[in-house]
Nanobody, 123 residues
Framework: QVQLVESGGGLVQAGNSLTLSCTGN????????MGWFRQAPGKEREGVSC????????YYADSVKGRFTISRDNAKKQLLLHMNNLGPEDTAMYYC????????????????WGLGTQVTVSS
Protein backbone atom coordinates (compact mmCIF):
# COMPACT_ATOMS: atom_id res chain seq x y z
CA GLN A 1 0.00 0.00 0.00
CA VAL A 2 1.28 3.41 -0.94
CA GLN A 3 1.73 5.73 2.03
CA LEU A 4 2.78 9.36 1.94
CA VAL A 5 3.16 11.70 4.92
CA GLU A 6 3.84 15.41 4.59
CA SER A 7 5.35 17.70 7.20
CA GLY A 8 6.89 21.14 7.52
CA GLY A 9 3.93 23.39 6.92
CA GLY A 10 3.20 26.36 9.12
CA LEU A 11 2.62 30.09 9.35
CA VAL A 12 5.29 32.37 7.90
CA GLN A 13 5.56 36.00 6.94
CA ALA A 14 5.76 37.06 3.33
CA GLY A 15 9.27 36.99 1.96
CA ASN A 16 10.37 34.16 4.18
CA SER A 17 11.14 30.55 3.35
CA LEU A 18 9.78 27.15 4.28
CA THR A 19 10.74 23.58 3.46
CA LEU A 20 8.16 20.84 3.13
CA SER A 21 9.04 17.20 3.54
CA CYS A 22 7.31 14.05 2.41
CA THR A 23 8.23 10.54 3.41
CA GLY A 24 6.94 7.40 1.78
CA ASN A 25 7.31 3.67 1.78
CA UNK A 26 9.73 1.63 -0.28
CA UNK A 27 7.38 0.98 -3.17
CA UNK A 28 7.06 4.65 -3.98
CA UNK A 29 10.66 5.65 -3.93
CA UNK A 30 11.91 2.74 -5.98
CA UNK A 31 10.11 3.59 -9.19
CA UNK A 32 7.79 6.55 -8.90
CA UNK A 33 8.00 10.11 -10.05
CA MET A 34 6.98 12.41 -7.19
CA GLY A 35 5.27 15.73 -7.04
CA TRP A 36 3.77 18.50 -4.97
CA PHE A 37 0.31 19.93 -5.42
CA ARG A 38 -1.52 22.65 -3.57
CA GLN A 39 -5.09 23.71 -3.07
CA ALA A 40 -6.19 27.07 -1.75
CA PRO A 41 -9.68 27.62 -0.33
CA GLY A 42 -12.22 27.93 -3.10
CA LYS A 43 -9.72 26.99 -5.79
CA GLU A 44 -8.91 23.84 -7.70
CA ARG A 45 -5.90 21.76 -6.83
CA GLU A 46 -2.90 22.69 -8.95
CA GLY A 47 0.35 20.97 -9.72
CA VAL A 48 3.30 22.81 -8.21
CA SER A 49 6.31 20.71 -9.03
CA CYS A 50 7.35 17.25 -10.19
CA UNK A 51 10.61 15.30 -10.10
CA UNK A 52 11.40 12.12 -11.96
CA UNK A 53 12.49 8.96 -10.19
CA UNK A 54 16.22 9.57 -10.62
CA UNK A 55 15.99 13.23 -9.67
CA UNK A 56 17.52 14.37 -12.93
CA UNK A 57 14.49 16.23 -14.25
CA UNK A 58 12.27 18.71 -12.48
CA TYR A 59 9.20 20.66 -13.51
CA TYR A 60 7.54 23.69 -11.98
CA ALA A 61 4.36 25.64 -12.35
CA ASP A 62 4.98 29.12 -13.71
CA SER A 63 3.71 30.62 -10.48
CA VAL A 64 6.55 29.10 -8.43
CA LYS A 65 9.36 28.88 -10.96
CA GLY A 66 12.51 30.48 -9.60
CA ARG A 67 11.22 30.42 -6.01
CA PHE A 68 10.56 26.74 -5.28
CA THR A 69 12.98 23.83 -5.58
CA ILE A 70 11.99 20.19 -5.50
CA SER A 71 14.44 17.47 -4.55
CA ARG A 72 14.41 13.86 -3.45
CA ASP A 73 16.61 11.43 -1.57
CA ASN A 74 15.61 7.93 -2.59
CA ALA A 75 17.85 6.31 0.00
CA LYS A 76 16.03 8.22 2.73
CA LYS A 77 12.69 7.85 0.93
CA GLN A 78 12.21 11.59 1.26
CA LEU A 79 10.85 14.28 -1.00
CA LEU A 80 11.47 17.95 -0.27
CA LEU A 81 10.07 21.24 -1.47
CA HIS A 82 12.14 24.30 -0.65
CA MET A 83 10.00 27.41 -0.91
CA ASN A 84 11.62 30.83 -0.99
CA ASN A 85 10.21 34.34 -1.13
CA LEU A 86 6.78 33.17 -0.11
CA GLY A 87 3.78 35.39 -0.66
CA PRO A 88 0.14 35.32 0.48
CA GLU A 89 -0.74 33.74 -2.88
CA ASP A 90 1.18 30.65 -1.79
CA THR A 91 -1.21 30.03 1.09
CA ALA A 92 -2.72 26.59 0.54
CA MET A 93 -2.82 22.99 1.64
CA TYR A 94 0.20 21.28 0.10
CA TYR A 95 0.04 17.65 -0.92
CA CYS A 96 2.74 15.17 -1.73
CA UNK A 97 1.89 12.79 -4.57
CA UNK A 98 3.34 9.75 -6.29
CA UNK A 99 3.01 8.87 -9.95
CA UNK A 100 3.18 5.26 -11.08
CA UNK A 101 5.74 6.06 -13.74
CA UNK A 102 9.38 6.98 -13.42
CA UNK A 103 8.93 10.22 -15.30
CA UNK A 104 6.77 13.31 -14.93
CA UNK A 105 4.08 14.30 -17.39
CA UNK A 106 2.41 17.55 -18.34
CA UNK A 107 -0.87 15.79 -17.65
CA UNK A 108 -0.08 16.03 -13.91
CA UNK A 109 -1.80 12.69 -13.36
CA UNK A 110 -0.75 11.09 -10.08
CA UNK A 111 -1.83 7.90 -8.37
CA UNK A 112 -1.35 8.34 -4.64
CA TRP A 113 -1.66 11.26 -2.26
CA GLY A 114 -0.78 12.27 1.24
CA LEU A 115 -3.16 14.04 3.58
CA GLY A 116 -1.48 17.40 3.17
CA THR A 117 0.26 20.04 5.25
CA GLN A 118 -1.02 23.60 5.58
CA VAL A 119 1.10 26.57 4.55
CA THR A 120 -0.13 30.01 5.50
CA VAL A 121 1.72 33.14 4.46
CA SER A 122 0.86 36.41 6.14
CA SER A 123 1.40 39.75 4.44
Amino acid sequence: QVQLVESGGGLVQAGNSLTLSCTGNVLIFDNYAMGWFRQAPGKEREGVSCINWGGSRTYYADSVKGRFTISRDNAKKQLLLHMNNLGPEDTAMYYCAARDFSSCSDSWVFDAWGLGTQVTVSS
